[in-house]
């Protein structure tokens, strides 16, 4: 079974992602435009199918060392992450808005093949086993009392490292153009997610702490790879399973507004929302 046949089958019973909690939680009227209306986007930031294409890059590299034992060469991986972007850029039918550091499909292709150069240098797995590459998982969601739900957390797992000490890592590959502030990562809701899915999956016992990383991609003239350590413990995951079933709550409420900020600017919606 494929990834996507993987995810869909998972999609088929009551479920909330990550991806859905964040929507919302940002701004609900968007949540409602995307997943209650399905409308079609308005237009799309270059920063979607650039960050698609790195991720599907950085699978294939991780993958060719679990499956086959060797390292991607990098003109491969170049060339698969060319062939992506171009096939993802030909194929949409919605407008694209290009940002100042990549104003066209040159500049957006030029930018990938200097984050990929970067991080084929610079990326070592020495001491670690990889476990799990783009794995879709789910978890049943519990009440504050400890009662099961009818709803399902669901998510796919970015990378899953075992060390040398057998300590279970959760990894969320991101690229950014700005360094991330370690409080931002230790309130990170994607890595509780992948923390919360580990635990109940039994990858780690259900009551330990979930090491977490983020490895960052940084969109610079000399482009660099930063990783970011943090931990999940059981309570925190508590507190998002409550998050995820309040989030779920107020859309059965049909609780939908604007909330403006930064993220309008690359809004799918900005017309629709103008119009609410």
Not at 6 to 22: M, N
Request: charged letters at 25%; aromatic letters at 10%.
């Amino acid at each position: 079974m494929t990834k996507t046949e993987a995810l869909q089958d998972l999609k088929k019973e009551l479920h909330v992602s990550h991806s859905q909690i964040f929507t919302y939680l940002n701004c609900s009227l968007k949540y409602r435009f995307m997943y209650v209306e399905a409308r079609p986007q308005e237009r799309v930031s270059i920063a979607l199918p650039f960050g698609s294409s790195i991720h599907a890059s950085l699978e294939r590299y991780y993958r060719s060392i679990k499956e086959k034992g060797i390292r991607e060469p990098l003109g491969v991986l170049l060339n698969y992450f060319e062939h992506h972007i171009k096939l993802e850029l030909d194929q949409t039918q919605i407008p694209i808005v290009f940002k100042k550091e990549t104003p066209d499909r040159d500049a957006v292709i030029d930018m990938g093949i200097a984050m990929l150069e970067t991080f084929h240098e610079g990326v070592d797995l020495t001491g670690f086993e990889i476990l799990e590459i783009e794995r879709p998982l789910s978890a049943r969601l519990y009440t504050e009392e400890g009662q099961a739900t009818d709803l399902k957390l669901i998510g796919v797992l970015d990378l899953v490292l075992k060390d040398e000490t057998g300590h279970i890592i959760a990894v969320d590959n991101k690229t950014a153009a700005k360094p991330y502030a370690q409080a931002t990562v230790d309130d990170d809701n994607q890595l509780t997610c992948y923390a919360y899915l580990l635990a109940a999956n039994r990858y780690v016992f259900p009551t330990a702490e979930v090491q977490c990383r983020l490895d960052v991609l940084r969109k610079l003239k000399t482009p660099k790879l930063e990783h970011y350590h943090t931990v999940r413990t059981a309570d925190q995951r508590r507190r998002f399973a409550k998050l995820a079933t309040a989030v779920l709550n107020a859309i059965e409420a049909r609780t939908f507004l604007p909330q403006p900020s930064w993220m309008c600017s690359d809004c799918p919606y900005q017309d629709a929302c103008r119009s609410w």
